[in-house]
């Protein structure tokens, strides 16, 4: 890990390549895009719409994560995304970010909650997606991931997901796909980490990052300038990889330069794919 750090800090186009390597191995024959979006708000049920119809303008199929209580309170707006052949992955069933003060404030931490309470959400929000989508969920993401990274936390969620029949999870950063490859096989079950930026290759690109976090040093300029540079440096080239981008709609359907990225990445490429075709076209 550590040369890693060093290396996307001193020469992050060594890292790309050296990624680019690593998803050749996993059996990518060329650059593919994946969409994800969470949707832990109540925001997101007002605006998702919007964001789907430009996805599907351009024949781009998302991938959706919503806690299942929200599944259930926006139940008409996600069955109607569902049968529209995206794919919905078990985000949990409890709401993990509450309006409050005028704002919305994160809540329900894994690494806080203990173990029976983890697998009492995973149970929960499995039985939701079904109730709603009429399709079982085969993977899963961590509500708030990036504080749940200890190996010992995602062997505990790995086993119990694999117990559940589950095939994948998203639930970590960058850093994984550089020390272990976009697609990370552990017999059979595999975990698909989000991607980073070019100039910033461990720095997920996401909307919370480039937007909202508070204290950033990069702008919403600069979301749009690093999809841009990863989509030359691996498309142009047809170089090997994976570009697991999510955002949250809430957060994107008024920001231009979420479409204009996406736009950018149509007009050069139609690799797009889900979680579900991506495993297919591998394995």
Not at 73 to 80: A, D, P, Q, S
Not at 100 to 129: P, T, W
Request: some cysteine; hydrophobic content about 35%; proline content about 4%.
């Amino acid at each position: 890990d550590r040369i890693i750090w060093r290396s996307s800090r001193l020469c992050p186009s060594l890292l790309l390549h050296i990624y680019s390597i690593r998803a050749k191995l996993a059996g990518l024959d060329g650059a593919y895009l994946i969409l994800s979006f969470d949707c832990d708000t109540e925001k997101d049920i007002e605006v998702v719409a919007k964001v789907d119809a430009f996805l599907e303008s351009k024949g781009i199929k998302a991938v959706y994560a919503v806690p299942g209580q929200l599944l259930e309170e926006g139940k008409n707006v996600y069955r109607r995304l569902s049968d529209k052949g995206n794919e919905f992955i078990n985000h949990g069933y409890y709401k993990h970010s509450i309006f409050q003060d005028g704002r919305y404030i994160s809540q329900f931490y894994y690494d806080k909650i203990g173990e029976k309470n983890i697998i009492d959400d995973i149970d929960r929000g499995h039985h939701a997606v079904i109730d709603v989508t009429g399709n079982r969920p085969f993977g899963f993401r961590v509500p708030h991931f990036g504080t749940y990274q200890k190996k010992s936390q995602l062997s505990f969620l790995y086993n119990a997901l694999k117990s559940r029949g589950y095939a994948y999870s998203s639930s970590t950063p960058p850093i994984k796909a550089f020390c272990h490859g976009p697609i990370i096989d552990m017999g059979g079950f595999y975990e698909i980490p989000v991607s980073g930026c070019y100039d910033i290759p461990l720095l997920i690109l996401d909307s919370w990052n480039f937007r909202f976090a508070p204290g950033r040093k990069v702008s919403e300029r600069d979301y749009v300038v690093q999809f841009k540079k990863m989509i030359d440096f691996f498309v142009n080239s047809n170089r090997p990889s994976l570009l697991n981008y999510y955002a949250d709609p809430s957060q994107i359907y008024d920001f231009d330069g979420f479409y204009e990225a996406i736009e950018y990445f149509t007009n050069k490429c139609q690799n797009t794919t889900d979680y579900r075709g991506l495993l297919k076209n591998i394995l």
